[in-house]
T-cell receptor, first 112, second 115 residues
Framework: QKEVEQNSGPLSVPEGAIASLNCTYSDRGSQSFFWYRQYSGKSPELIMFIYSNGDKEDGRFTAQLNKASQYVSLLIRDSQPSDSATYLCAVNIKTGANNLFFGTGTRLTVIP | KAGVTQTPRYLIKTRGQQVTLSCSPISGHRSVSWYQQTPGQGLQFLFEYFSETQRNKGNFPGRFSGRQFSNSRSEMNVSTLELGDSALYLC??????????????FGPGTRLTVL
């Protein structure tokens, strides 16, 4: 079983809609969770991190964490064509360490 | 603040050669992690350096090695290159230590092609 799993997609949503990206992880001791966005040919860019159960909002982005279900998600409201990218879920299982386990990513396309 | 920088950006080598990649973290950041990204395996952790010491290591063969200098700049070396080493090599720096969450910021990467 992989440490971090994501729906590979691709996911297509119309402009203005909500995009929902999901991620599950296997290590129950995982401490912190990150969402990165990667445009084609570019390096990953940090969007959000979350480490407590519940929701965390930042502009159009909301991260949701449920440690009991070992599930983390990212909602993108009012999706824009510029949001079209691959979204990577990453998990840090060790406090204080900088060793991220990444999912394979979900390719999102926002259709104008 | 300037971001993470990596050199060179592109590299072409042949099998059996060795290569050294360089990474300069964000000013003030002392942790540097290295990752390999390939279409088949995705992003995989290679190793992390903090204060010139390797603190964590992923599941890669001993051909992959690294080091960190006193100014936090880091290098990674791959010896006896194989075709499968063709990948985007990313380094990430972090300024937080010992916290529950440590945001990592990636550099632009070095695209290595092994022929």
């Amino acid at each position: 079983q992989k440490e971090v799993e994501q729906n590979s997609g691709p996911l297509s949503v119309p402009e203005g809609a909500i995009a929902s990206l999901n991620c599950t992880y296997s290590d129950r001791g995982s401490q912190s969770f990150f969402w990165y966005r990667q445009y084609s040919g570019k390096s990953p860019e940090l969007i959000m991190f979350i480490y407590s159960n519940g929701d965390k909002e930042d502009g159009r982005f909301t991260a949701q964490l449920n440690k009991a279900s070992q599930y983390v998600s990212l909602l993108i409201r009012d999706s824009q064509p510029s949001d079209s990218a691959t979204y990577l879920c990453a998990v840090n299982i060790k406090t204080g360490a900088n060793n991220l386990f990444f999912g394979t990513g979900t390719r999102l396309t926002v259709i104008p | 603040k300037a971001g993470v920088t990596q050199t060179p950006r592109y590299l072409i080598k042949t099998r059996g050669q060795q290569v050294t990649l360089s990474c300069s973290p964000i000013s003030g950041h002392r942790s540097v992690s290295w990752y390999q990204q390939t279409p088949g395996q995705g992003l995989q952790f290679l190793f992390e350096y903090f204060s010139e010491t390797q603190r964590n290591k992923g599941n890669f063969p001993g051909r992959f090695s690294g080091r960190q200098f006193s100014n936090s700049r880091s290098e990674m070396n791959v010896s006896t290159l194989e075709l499968g080493d063709s990948a985007l090599y990313l380094c990430a720096s972090s300024g937080r230590q010992g916290f529950t969450y440590n945001e990592q910021f990636f550099g632009p990467g070095t695209r290595l092609t092994v022929l």
